[in-house]
């Protein structure tokens, strides 16, 4: 069975707390792991959240602030202690590609394994080979360089069983059915638009340190999970907009503006020692499913539509 989750690894801007680590993000997506913006720690809360190296296929960095990169250099090194055996695929601002590279070889080690970099200097598709979906890169507005990732999967077709008893379709035909959008049953032929009906790929977005401005929509348009920054509270808007973050009460605007499915709030100031708040705050905008996220929380994308 196919496994599709998001695992929270941190929660904390800045500074981590007691509760919250510095940010890191798992998405499970069937066979691929995406890694979002490993910050100081995130090593150990793989561990924590019984997730390993090889389970990583690409990483994602939205900017390279430390609290959303500084953990890349452990996760470099583990990568090559356990000898993945596949290449992973590392995403990230092109104008940080000096932290990139100190980050990567901040230490002596052996390098084990494969890492392909994948510098991102414009908004657009991204190279994801094999990837079941497609992975597209937004730019935000922060006061240094950062991208915000979409994950989009193709739409595909669900058969409908029923459909398959009342044609006497079974066995290897249901196969051939599927692979070649037709099959020969009696001296008829029937095409696999009678045996099925279309099913909308899922979606997913992560919007990290960011102002309200067009990418931000725009990553968020009609996604099944939106993973966004909730930094500060309405009260504290002033500094959320000096500091480029977003209030609960914005992200929550944005999710319900765009028709989301399950919004999860995270990357919470230090200033906060509760979250209660936050959530009151995004309900009075937002009316469908919120998660505030807490470290090593598992979250399923929702079910298909």
Not at 34 to 49: C, H, K, N, S, W
Not at 104 to 109: D, F, G, L, P
Request: glycine share 8%; charged share 25%; net charge negative.
């Amino acid at each position: 069975m196919s496994q599709r989750e998001l695992v929270i690894l941190g929660t904390a801007s800045q500074v981590p707390t007691k509760q919250r680590n510095h940010n890191g993000y798992l998405l499970r997506w069937d066979g691929e792991g995406v890694l979002f913006d490993p910050g100081e720690g995130t090593q150990r809360q793989m561990i924590y959240a019984g997730v390993s190296a090889t389970d990583l296929t690409r990483i994602g960095i939205t900017h390279f602030h430390g609290d959303h990169s500084l953990g890349l250099a452990g996760v470099v090194q583990r990568i090559s202690l356990d000898k993945v055996p596949h290449p992973v695929d590392v995403y990230y601002p092109a104008s940080g590609e000096r932290y990139y590279e100190r980050l990567c070889h901040s230490t002596s080690y052996y390098q084990n394994a494969e890492l392909r970099p994948r510098p991102i200097a414009e908004a657009g598709e991204l190279p994801a080979p094999a990837a079941p979906f497609a992975l597209r890169a937004v730019r935000l507005s922060h006061p240094v360089e950062a991208f915000g990732y979409r994950i989009t999967e193709p739409d595909g077709r669900r058969i409908l069983p029923e459909r398959l008893t009342e044609l006497g379709i079974s066995g290897p035909a249901v196969g051939r059915l599927q692979r070649d959008g037709a099959v020969e049953l009696d001296g008829r032929t029937i095409a696999l638009d009678e045996v099925s009906e279309p099913r909308p790929g899922q979606s997913f977005a992560f919007v990290m340190d960011t102002r309200l401005c067009d990418g931000v929509h725009e990553l968020a348009a009609g996604v099944d999970m939106l993973v966004i920054e909730a930094t500060f509270l309405d009260a504290d808007a002033h500094l959320a907009a000096e500091f480029g973050h977003l209030t609960a009460g914005e992200a929550a605007a944005v999710a319900a503006r765009a028709g989301v499915r399950t919004l999860v709030l995270t990357h919470f100031s230090q200033r906060y020692r509760t979250l209660d708040q936050h959530l009151a705050e995004a309900r009075a905008q937002f009316a469908g499913e919120i998660v505030v996220a807490e470290d090593l929380m598992r979250i399923p994308l929702p079910p298909r539509r």
